[in-house]
Protein backbone atom coordinates (compact mmCIF):
# COMPACT_ATOMS: atom_id res chain seq x y z
CA UNK A 1 0.00 0.00 0.00
CA UNK A 2 1.18 3.40 -0.73
CA UNK A 3 2.27 5.67 1.96
CA UNK A 4 0.41 8.35 3.26
CA UNK A 5 3.03 10.66 4.13
CA UNK A 6 3.83 10.66 0.57
CA UNK A 7 1.08 9.70 -2.11
CA UNK A 8 -1.36 9.91 0.49
CA UNK A 9 -0.44 14.03 0.97
CA UNK A 10 -0.58 14.26 -2.23
CA UNK A 11 -4.18 13.02 -2.61
CA UNK A 12 -5.14 14.82 0.20
CA UNK A 13 -3.56 17.91 -0.76
CA UNK A 14 -5.57 18.21 -3.93
CA UNK A 15 -8.85 16.98 -2.49
CA UNK A 16 -8.34 19.42 -0.24
CA UNK A 17 -7.52 22.36 -2.39
CA UNK A 18 -10.86 21.31 -4.77
CA UNK A 19 -13.29 20.82 -2.20
CA UNK A 20 -16.25 23.33 -0.79
CA UNK A 21 -16.06 21.74 2.58
CA UNK A 22 -13.79 18.89 4.24
CA UNK A 23 -14.73 16.09 6.53
CA UNK A 24 -11.85 14.82 8.41
CA UNK A 25 -13.35 11.52 9.85
CA UNK A 26 -10.66 9.23 12.44
CA UNK A 27 -11.02 6.41 14.50
CA UNK A 28 -9.51 6.69 17.74
CA UNK A 29 -7.80 3.53 19.84
CA UNK A 30 -5.02 2.59 17.48
CA UNK A 31 -5.26 5.63 15.07
CA UNK A 32 -5.09 8.88 17.17
CA UNK A 33 -3.91 7.22 20.36
CA UNK A 34 -1.71 4.46 20.50
CA UNK A 35 -2.69 1.13 21.22
CA UNK A 36 -2.27 0.41 25.13
CA UNK A 37 -2.41 -2.77 27.32
CA UNK A 38 -5.40 -1.22 29.33
CA UNK A 39 -8.26 0.23 27.15
CA UNK A 40 -9.13 2.76 29.53
CA UNK A 41 -5.02 3.53 29.64
CA UNK A 42 -5.62 4.97 26.60
CA UNK A 43 -4.47 8.96 25.78
CA UNK A 44 -3.96 11.17 22.33
CA UNK A 45 -0.99 13.54 22.42
CA UNK A 46 -2.09 17.02 23.27
CA UNK A 47 -0.21 18.51 19.88
CA UNK A 48 -3.08 15.94 17.79
CA UNK A 49 -5.90 17.60 19.93
CA UNK A 50 -4.69 21.21 19.19
CA UNK A 51 -4.44 20.31 15.54
CA UNK A 52 -8.05 18.99 15.56
CA UNK A 53 -9.04 22.43 17.27
CA UNK A 54 -7.63 24.09 14.93
CA UNK A 55 -8.54 22.01 11.72
CA UNK A 56 -12.74 21.92 12.68
CA UNK A 57 -11.95 25.95 13.71
CA UNK A 58 -12.04 26.96 9.97
CA UNK A 59 -15.86 26.63 8.96
CA UNK A 60 -14.57 24.65 5.63
CA UNK A 61 -13.55 21.93 7.99
CA UNK A 62 -15.52 19.54 9.67
CA UNK A 63 -14.37 16.40 12.25
CA UNK A 64 -15.96 13.76 13.38
CA UNK A 65 -14.52 10.99 15.73
CA UNK A 66 -15.85 7.44 14.41
CA UNK A 67 -15.11 4.81 17.53
CA UNK A 68 -16.52 1.48 19.55
CA UNK A 69 -16.34 3.29 22.50
CA UNK A 70 -19.25 4.80 24.82
CA UNK A 71 -20.54 8.31 24.00
CA UNK A 72 -19.45 9.45 27.42
CA UNK A 73 -15.82 7.87 26.77
CA UNK A 74 -14.80 9.37 23.74
CA UNK A 75 -16.33 13.17 24.45
CA UNK A 76 -13.88 12.39 27.53
CA UNK A 77 -10.93 11.13 25.33
CA UNK A 78 -11.23 13.55 22.49
CA UNK A 79 -12.57 16.78 24.56
CA UNK A 80 -12.52 19.09 21.09
CA UNK A 81 -15.68 21.81 20.83
CA UNK A 82 -17.74 21.33 17.83
CA UNK A 83 -16.64 17.65 16.48
CA UNK A 84 -18.71 14.84 15.44
CA UNK A 85 -18.75 12.18 17.85
CA UNK A 86 -19.75 8.84 16.51
CA UNK A 87 -20.11 6.39 19.20
CA UNK A 88 -20.49 2.42 19.29
CA UNK A 89 -19.73 2.05 16.20
CA UNK A 90 -21.95 5.01 14.62
CA UNK A 91 -25.40 3.86 17.12
CA UNK A 92 -25.24 7.12 18.57
CA UNK A 93 -23.73 10.31 16.91
CA UNK A 94 -23.31 13.67 18.75
CA UNK A 95 -22.63 16.69 16.44
CA UNK A 96 -22.19 20.52 16.51
CA UNK A 97 -25.61 22.44 15.73
CA UNK A 98 -27.36 20.44 18.08
CA UNK A 99 -27.04 17.19 15.96
CA UNK A 100 -28.52 14.19 17.54
CA UNK A 101 -28.75 10.51 15.98
CA UNK A 102 -29.90 7.37 18.38
CA UNK A 103 -30.23 4.27 16.35
CA UNK A 104 -34.04 3.70 16.54
CA UNK A 105 -33.62 -0.01 16.87
CA UNK A 106 -31.30 0.78 19.87
CA UNK A 107 -33.35 -0.18 23.00
CA UNK A 108 -33.38 -3.67 21.79
CA UNK A 109 -30.24 -4.07 21.05
CA UNK A 110 -29.36 -2.87 24.10
CA UNK A 111 -32.06 -5.22 26.12
CA UNK A 112 -29.85 -8.15 24.05
CA UNK A 113 -26.34 -6.88 24.89
CA UNK A 114 -26.98 -6.85 28.46
CA UNK A 115 -28.03 -10.13 29.03
CA UNK A 116 -25.03 -11.54 26.70
CA UNK A 117 -22.62 -9.64 27.87
CA UNK A 118 -23.94 -10.86 31.93
CA UNK A 119 -23.32 -14.63 30.50
CA UNK A 120 -19.54 -13.64 28.90
CA UNK A 121 -19.16 -11.99 31.85
CA UNK A 122 -19.80 -15.35 33.79
CA UNK A 123 -18.30 -17.61 31.13
CA UNK A 124 -14.50 -15.87 31.25
CA UNK A 125 -14.49 -14.96 34.89
CA UNK A 126 -11.89 -17.97 35.27
CA UNK A 127 -9.82 -16.69 32.57
CA UNK A 128 -6.69 -14.11 34.06
CA UNK A 129 -6.59 -11.01 32.01
CA UNK A 130 -10.10 -12.05 29.93
CA UNK A 131 -12.55 -8.73 30.09
CA UNK A 132 -16.02 -8.27 29.12
CA UNK A 133 -16.75 -4.70 28.41
CA UNK A 134 -20.51 -4.08 28.34
CA UNK A 135 -20.93 -0.69 25.93
CA UNK A 136 -24.87 -0.91 26.15
CA UNK A 137 -24.83 -1.05 22.15
CA UNK A 138 -21.83 -3.70 21.73
CA UNK A 139 -19.98 -5.93 23.78
CA UNK A 140 -15.73 -6.27 23.78
CA UNK A 141 -14.13 -9.29 24.93
CA UNK A 142 -10.59 -8.09 25.16
CA UNK A 143 -7.96 -10.78 25.18
CA UNK A 144 -4.78 -8.48 25.46
CA UNK A 145 -3.54 -9.93 28.51
CA UNK A 146 -4.76 -13.14 28.31
CA UNK A 147 -1.93 -15.58 28.48
CA UNK A 148 -1.30 -16.70 24.84
CA UNK A 149 -2.60 -20.33 25.93
CA UNK A 150 -5.85 -19.43 27.01
CA UNK A 151 -7.06 -17.10 24.38
CA UNK A 152 -8.33 -19.96 22.36
CA UNK A 153 -10.20 -21.00 25.42
CA UNK A 154 -11.64 -17.18 25.59
CA UNK A 155 -12.46 -17.92 21.64
CA UNK A 156 -14.48 -20.78 22.70
CA UNK A 157 -16.62 -19.85 24.96
CA UNK A 158 -17.18 -16.89 23.04
CA UNK A 159 -18.13 -18.36 20.01
CA UNK A 160 -20.56 -21.13 22.20
CA UNK A 161 -22.59 -18.48 23.57
CA UNK A 162 -22.91 -16.39 20.50
CA UNK A 163 -23.07 -18.88 17.84
CA UNK A 164 -27.16 -18.94 18.36
CA UNK A 165 -27.02 -15.16 18.03
CA UNK A 166 -25.03 -15.48 15.22
CA UNK A 167 -27.03 -18.21 13.09
CA UNK A 168 -30.31 -16.45 14.38
CA UNK A 169 -29.17 -13.30 12.34
CA UNK A 170 -29.26 -10.86 15.36
CA UNK A 171 -25.90 -10.42 16.32
CA UNK A 172 -22.15 -10.32 14.43
CA UNK A 173 -19.07 -11.66 15.90
CA UNK A 174 -15.73 -10.11 14.68
CA UNK A 175 -12.13 -10.64 15.65
CA UNK A 176 -10.25 -7.53 15.03
CA UNK A 177 -6.60 -7.21 14.72
CA UNK A 178 -6.56 -5.47 18.46
CA UNK A 179 -7.02 -8.76 20.38
CA UNK A 180 -10.33 -8.05 21.08
CA UNK A 181 -13.63 -9.99 19.80
CA UNK A 182 -16.37 -7.19 19.12
CA UNK A 183 -19.87 -8.61 20.06
CA UNK A 184 -22.46 -6.19 17.73
CA UNK A 185 -26.28 -6.38 17.16
CA UNK A 186 -27.28 -6.84 13.35
CA UNK A 187 -30.05 -4.37 13.26
CA UNK A 188 -27.90 -1.52 14.41
CA UNK A 189 -24.96 0.63 12.20
CA UNK A 190 -21.62 0.08 11.66
CA UNK A 191 -18.84 2.88 11.09
CA UNK A 192 -19.95 3.23 7.22
CA UNK A 193 -23.26 4.08 7.76
CA UNK A 194 -22.45 6.57 10.45
CA UNK A 195 -19.47 8.25 8.49
CA UNK A 196 -22.93 8.45 5.85
CA UNK A 197 -25.22 10.34 8.21
CA UNK A 198 -21.95 12.46 9.07
CA UNK A 199 -21.77 13.32 5.33
CA UNK A 200 -25.56 13.91 4.77
CA UNK A 201 -25.72 16.35 7.84
CA UNK A 202 -23.11 18.33 6.87
CA UNK A 203 -24.42 18.49 3.07
CA UNK A 204 -27.52 19.97 4.77
CA UNK A 205 -25.91 22.16 6.78
CA UNK A 206 -23.14 23.43 4.86
CA UNK A 207 -21.69 21.74 1.36
CA UNK A 208 -21.05 18.78 -0.10
CA UNK A 209 -18.19 17.48 1.93
CA UNK A 210 -14.93 15.54 0.67
CA UNK A 211 -14.28 12.84 3.31
CA UNK A 212 -10.79 11.36 4.61
CA UNK A 213 -11.31 8.53 7.02
CA UNK A 214 -8.33 6.97 9.31
CA UNK A 215 -8.39 3.53 11.03
CA UNK A 216 -7.03 0.63 11.99
CA UNK A 217 -8.93 -1.98 12.34
CA UNK A 218 -11.17 -4.27 10.59
CA UNK A 219 -14.05 -2.49 12.34
CA UNK A 220 -12.69 0.40 10.35
CA UNK A 221 -13.38 -1.22 6.77
CA UNK A 222 -16.91 0.63 6.30
CA UNK A 223 -15.15 3.59 6.80
CA UNK A 224 -12.86 3.03 4.13
CA UNK A 225 -15.68 2.18 1.66
CA UNK A 226 -17.65 4.74 2.18
CA UNK A 227 -15.10 7.15 1.84
CA UNK A 228 -13.56 5.64 -0.90
CA UNK A 229 -17.57 5.59 -2.89
CA UNK A 230 -17.26 9.41 -2.36
CA UNK A 231 -13.96 9.99 -3.96
CA UNK A 232 -12.10 10.81 -0.34
CA UNK A 233 -8.96 9.08 0.86
CA UNK A 234 -8.76 6.27 3.05
CA UNK A 235 -6.08 5.26 5.30
CA UNK A 236 -5.12 2.36 7.10
CA UNK A 237 -2.53 2.87 10.16
CA UNK A 238 -0.62 -0.92 10.05
CA UNK A 239 -0.15 -1.13 14.09
CA UNK A 240 0.48 -4.67 14.34
CA UNK A 241 -0.87 -7.56 12.00
CA UNK A 242 -1.17 -5.56 8.46
CA UNK A 243 -4.38 -7.10 7.24
CA UNK A 244 -5.96 -7.02 4.02
CA UNK A 245 -7.90 -3.62 3.48
CA UNK A 246 -10.07 -1.56 1.15
CA UNK A 247 -8.21 1.47 2.43
CA UNK A 248 -6.13 3.58 -0.41
CA UNK A 249 -3.42 4.74 1.61
CA UNK A 250 -1.12 3.19 4.36
CA UNK A 251 0.27 4.50 7.72
CA UNK A 252 3.00 3.35 9.64
CA UNK A 253 1.56 4.00 13.17
CA UNK A 254 0.07 6.73 14.92
CA UNK A 255 2.77 9.41 14.39
CA UNK A 256 2.43 9.13 10.97
CA UNK A 257 -1.53 10.52 11.73
CA UNK A 258 -0.02 12.62 14.24
CA UNK A 259 2.04 14.14 10.73
CA UNK A 260 -0.97 14.08 8.94
CA UNK A 261 -3.09 15.85 11.31
CA UNK A 262 -0.24 18.67 11.75
CA UNK A 263 -0.72 19.17 7.84
CA UNK A 264 -4.27 19.00 7.55
CA UNK A 265 -4.18 21.48 10.33
CA UNK A 266 -1.75 23.84 9.08
CA UNK A 267 -3.33 23.71 5.38
CA UNK A 268 -6.91 24.79 7.03
CA UNK A 269 -5.04 27.76 9.20
CA UNK A 270 -3.59 28.90 5.61
CA UNK A 271 0.05 27.97 6.29
CA UNK A 272 2.79 25.97 4.95
CA UNK A 273 2.97 22.72 5.67
CA UNK A 274 6.07 21.28 7.18
MG1 LIG B 1 -9.10 1.36 16.15
Redesign the pocket.
Known sequence: MKSVLTRGWEAIRMGIQRAEHVLVAT?????LAPIVALPKMARMAESDRQNLKAIVGNPEFSVAIVTGRRMEEIRRLVPVDGVYYAANYGMEIDGPNSFRFREPTGERAQSLIASLAFELDKAVSDIGGAVVENKKLSITVHHRNVEPKWVSVVSQRVKALTDPGVSAGTIRVREGN?KAIEVVPTDTNDKGKAIGLILDRISEVRARPWPIYL???V??EGGFRVVNDHGGVSVLVENENPVASQAQFSAASTTEISQILGRIAAVSQGQPWR
Open positions: DFDGTRGDDMD
